[in-house]
């Protein structure tokens, strides 16, 4: 008994596919779907599947949307320079607890250091004391980090994905587009060693020099999005 397209579709996660010097396709089902009121020269209704296409460079004037404005800008989704910070996963060893942390895709949202500076402290070396608050205090705040520059272990047992979560793309205000629920990025690599594959960040203001994953370069550049 075979099953219902449509229905297989609705089990079916979306998936992120850059598009070389272009943009995001979030393509929410493979299921092509007719249109119909669009037809062919046959009279046969033409069908496509269900996707948008989501602004990466940074200039279109219908954000988040893409307006075709990369093309006149020139975007290119090669990285013109190296990383600012290199790609190695730090460990920093408490009592009940191990923070790990990767700076390479960190999108620099401050979750951490806004929710429990005893424990994430950018003025401290090291920044991160896994003993500074309770653990669960430091698992809570960690959760919090949209990138997944940040996980944790507890008893020698590493958490680095969430379960349960819904798949969404967030548009982050005058940032990056925050990803969640294991949407898969199609085409591109694990990232950075440690990274997770059910949440990451992805640039949206198209100077990131980690592309297609955000490196907290809006901030610098004070990118703006005032629609979102």
């Known amino acids: 008994m075979s099953m219902d397209p449509k229905s297989a579709s609705l089990n ?5 596919m850059p598009i070389t010097n272009g943009p995001f396709y979030l393509i929410n089902s493979q299921v092509p779907e007719k249109i119909e009121n669009l037809r062919n020269s046959r009279g046969e209704p033409i069908s496509k599947i269900t996707s948008v296409a989501l602004c990466r460079c940074g200039g279109s004037k219908n954000k988040p949307f893409c307006d075709g404005t990369h093309s006149s800008l020139g975007f290119s989704s090669e990285n013109k320079n190296p990383p600012q910070t290199i790609d190695k996963r730090k460990d920093y060893v408490g009592k009940k607890i191990t923070v790990h942390d990767n700076r390479r895709i960190c999108s620099h949202s401050a979750e951490c250091i806004r929710n429990l500076e005893s ?10 004391n896994p003993d500074g608050a309770s653990y669960e205090s430091v698992i809570e705040t960690v959760k919090k980090c949209p990138s997944g520059a940040l996980s944790y272990s ?3 047992i590493e958490h680095r994905d969430q379960t349960g979560r819904k798949p969404v793309v967030i548009v982050e205000k005058n940032g990056p587009y925050r990803v969640e629920g294991g ?16 949440h990451y960040t992805l640039c949206r203001c198209g100077a990131s020099n980690n592309k297609p994953f955000c490196d907290g370069t809006h901030l610098q550049i004070r990118f703006k999005d005032d629609k979102n």
């Open 154 to 156: 507890v008893d020698g």
């Open 119 to 128: 424990v994430f402290n950018l003025g401290e070396r090291p920044w991160i």
């Open 183 to 198: 949407i898969e990025l199609v085409g591109i690599s694990s990232g950075a060693e440690g990274s997770s594959r059910e």
């Open 12 to 16: 079916e996660k979306p998936k992120i």
